[in-house]
C-alpha cells in the first residue's frame, strides 16, 4: 500500500510517516520501482502502536524505546511498566502545575471589578509577581518589564 493509505488506516499523517523514518522511529520503507514508498499491514500496525503512544503523552525517545521493548520478545515486563510509571509521574506533575496555574488565574480574576476603572488588580500582580503560589510568583519580574506596559 503507498503512503496515503497507511496514513489512513493508521490515523497518522503521511508528513509525520516521513517524518518518523526520517529520524529512525521506523524503518524506512521499502521502494516501487517507480521510487513510491510501500507499506506492509505490519507498518500499519505499527504505527497505530506510535499513534496510540502519542496520544499517552510519551515522547519520541520514549516511544523508540518502547518499540524495542515490543520488538524484543525476550522483554522484562518491568522495564515497560517502570516507562509508563515515568509516564504517570510525569503527567501528574503537569497535572498539578496546571492546577497551580489555574487557582493563581482563578484567583486574579476574583481580585478584580471588572468595571470601567482603569485600576486593575489582575495587571498589578503580574507586574509585581505577586500572583501566589504559582511558578510566576517564583520568577523575578522581567527587566524593563514596567517600562514596556507603562
Known sequence: MNIGDAASRSGVSAKMIRYYEQIGVIPNASRTA??????????????????????????????????DLWRDKDRRSADVKSLAQARVRDLRHKIAHLQDMADTLEDLANACAGNERPNCPILQRL????????????RPPEKGFKERIG
Not at 517507480?34 to 525517545?61: K, N, Q, T, W
Not at 507586574?127 to 517564583?138: D, I, L, N, Y
Request: aromatic share 8%; charged share 30%; glycine share 8%.
Open 34 to 67: 517507480s521510487g513510491y514508498r510501500e507499506y506492509e499491514p505490519c507498518d500499519v500496525h505499527m504505527l497505530r502502536f506510535i499513534a496510540r503512544a502519542r496520544d499517552l503523552g510519551f515522547s519520541i525517545a520514549e516511544i523508540t524505546e518502547l518499540l
Open 127 to 138: 507586574e509585581t509577581s505577586e500572583t501566589g503560589e504559582g511558578t510566576a510568583s517564583r
